[in-house]
């Protein structure tokens, strides 16, 4: 039987470290990245949608309400309100579904 040299056994020993740190840290990370990524994605989507819905409800209540809301009284402001509810509901509804999925899933 033939003596092991030294040097191959620290080669070895280091090509074995190298792909298992490869193995335990770059493709964790990986998938890791594309999951990320997704996440962000819909956030931005979400709160672009949420936006317009914002803007749309405003703008609706602004211009078939006539002259209802028109002038300088408090009444001026009542659009602007009614968007901030419609908008307060909305991400109500939003974290009321995650936290639904959140516990569907700890299940």
Wanted: aromatic content about 8%; glycine content about 8%.
């Amino acid at each position: 039987m033939a003596k092991a040299n030294p040097l191959e056994n620290a080669q070895e020993i280091q090509h074995m470290l190298v792909a298992y740190a490869k193995q335990e840290t770059i493709e964790p990370l990986k998938s890791l990245a594309s999951y990320l990524a997704f996440g962000i994605a819909g956030a931005l989507l979400l709160a672009l949608g949420t936006t317009f819905l914002g803007l749309g409800v405003l703008r609706l209540v602004q211009t078939e309400t006539g002259d209802t809301f028109a002038g300088g009284s408090f009444m001026s402001v009542l659009p602007y309100v009614i968007a901030v509810a419609t908008l307060l509901f909305v991400m109500t509804c939003i974290l009321m579904l995650m936290n639904r999925a959140r516990k569907r899933i700890n299940l």
